[in-house]
Every structure is written in C-alpha cells, then in structure tokens.
C-alpha cells in the first residue's frame, strides 16, 4: 500500500460526501448544513461571487489526508480540526440568514 494511505480514503470518500451534500441542499429548496459541516470552504468563497468554487470542495478532504499522511496523524488531526471548525464557524455567522431563511 502506498504511504498516503489518508490522501486516497479521504479522496474516495469525497465523491460520496459531495453528492450527499448537494442531494441534501435539493437545489436551493433544502438545507445546506451538510455542506456547511463538510466543505466550509468551498462555501467561503460563496462570499467572493455568488458561484460555489468546485474546485476548493474537491481538493479539501484530500489536503486533510495529505496533512495527516505528511505530519502524522496526532499531530495533523487536531490542527484540521481546529481549522475545519473555525472555517464551519465563520461561514455560518456570515451567511446566517440564508440558513434560516
């Protein structure tokens, strides 16, 4: 097996999550907490233009595993978290009325 075992299992596990997320947000008409909790910052750049870059969403879960593959894991892990939460935490206070609304 190759040594950036976190880099493929969170690259495969990004088409699923991605789909998901969008099946959840129902093309305007359902929630969009899922892509808020999986992919905040692909939704920070919904600040910059009103598109969502794809291309942040896609390459964000396999950052996440190459950081965790390159530093090791009890390094990297609590870092990403922090960062991932921090990210989930600006995106919700910033677009708080499209969520409830």
Not at 69 to 96: N, Y
């Amino acid at each position: 097996m190759s040594s950036y075992k976190y880099t493929v299992w969170f690259s495969i596990l990004t088409i699923p999550l991605g789909f998901l997320a969008i099946l959840a947000g129902g093309g305007g008409h359902g929630t969009y907490f899922p892509l808020l909790a999986i992919f905040p910052f692909s939704l920070l750049g919904t600040f910059f233009n009103e598109e969502i870059p794809l291309f942040v969403g896609i390459i964000q879960l396999p950052v996440y595993g190459f950081l965790m593959d390159k530093f090791g894991t009890k390094k990297a892990l609590p870092v990403i978290i922090a960062i991932h939460v921090i990210g989930m935490c600006t995106v919700f206070t910033l677009k708080r009325d499209y969520f409830f609304s």
